[in-house]
């Protein structure tokens, strides 16, 4: 399995905006997906969007709109553009590789804490 490292989080007032990026330690985009998922304290993790292995993308409902979800092959890495970011969007980001199974299989890296407040 690859390894994957977050980083890019922190603290961001609202409206503001943060990049993501998930570096694997090894080629990822030929698997199934690769994705950013995130957890709040209380709450269970989430999808936040998707990438397939076909350049199909989707995303959480709360998140359409304002995050993009990208990757450079060349340099194995996954990226996430989250833009007017909301006081709900506080929570850690994980960077996840699905190897056909979904959830909660796969790889995952160890988390990115975002913070969303004035």
């Known amino acids: 399995q690859v390894q994957l490292v977050e980083s890019g989080g922190g603290l961001v007032q609202p409206g503001g905006s943060l990049r993501l990026s998930c570096a694997a330690s090894g080629s990822i985009f030929s698997f199934t997906a690769t994705g950013w998922y995130r957890q709040a304290p209380g709450k269970q993790r989430e999808l936040v969007a998707r990438i397939t292995r076909g350049g199909m993308t989707n995303y959480g409902d709360s998140v359409k709109g304002r995050f993009t979800i990208s990757r450079d092959n060349a340099k194995n890495t996954l990226y996430l553009q989250m833009n007017s970011l909301k006081p709900e969007d506080t929570a850690v980001y994980y960077c996840?590789?699905?190897?056909?199974?979904?959830?909660?299989?796969?790889?995952w890296g160890q988390g990115t804490q975002v913070n969303v407040s004035s």
């Open positions: 996840h590789v699905d190897y056909g199974l979904g959830p909660p299989f796969g790889s």
